[in-house]
Nanobody, 116 residues
Framework: QVQLVESGGGLVQSGGSLRLSCSASGFNFVTNAMGWYRQAPGKQRDLVASISSGGGRRNYADSVKGRFTISRDNAKNTVYLQMNSLKPEDTAVYYC?????????WGQGTQVTVSS
């Protein structure tokens, strides 16, 4: 059974940091590029960061470039998102999935709320 479990969100003040984790199971994690997506209230879900299967290539949305860092540990089937210099506009539910998105059943996500 394919499963994605996100964790690490919370409430943080503007300028603060959080580290998100996503534990994956039920599919061949090590051969898939992975990404972090986010969905703010009333908006579509967007990809904000991606990492290749081996971790050598990373891409970021312009809105998070220079502040967020994606990484992965293939031995643990886990992908991370280090978020620094958080802004109120980063407030959203954050999800992980493959890139391109192939897993139909998204995880529950983890809520990130940044107060001004």
């Amino acid at each position: 059974q394919v499963q994605l479990v996100e964790s690490g969100g919370g409430l943080v003040q503007s300028g603060g940091s959080l580290r998100l984790s996503c534990s994956a199971s039920g599919f061949n994690f090590v051969t898939n590029a992975m990404g972090w997506y986010r969905q703010a209230p009333g908006k579509q879900r967007d990809l904000v960061a991606s990492i290749s299967s081996g971790g050598g290539r990373r891409n970021y949305a312009d809105s998070v470039k220079g502040r967020f860092t994606i990484s992965r540990d293939n031995a643990k089937n886990t992908v991370y998102l280090q978020m620094n210099s958080l802004k109120p506009e980063d407030t959203a539910v954050y999800y992980c999935n493959t890139v391109p998105q192939q897993i139909q059943n998204w995880g529950q996500g983890t809520q990130v709320t940044v107060s001004s």
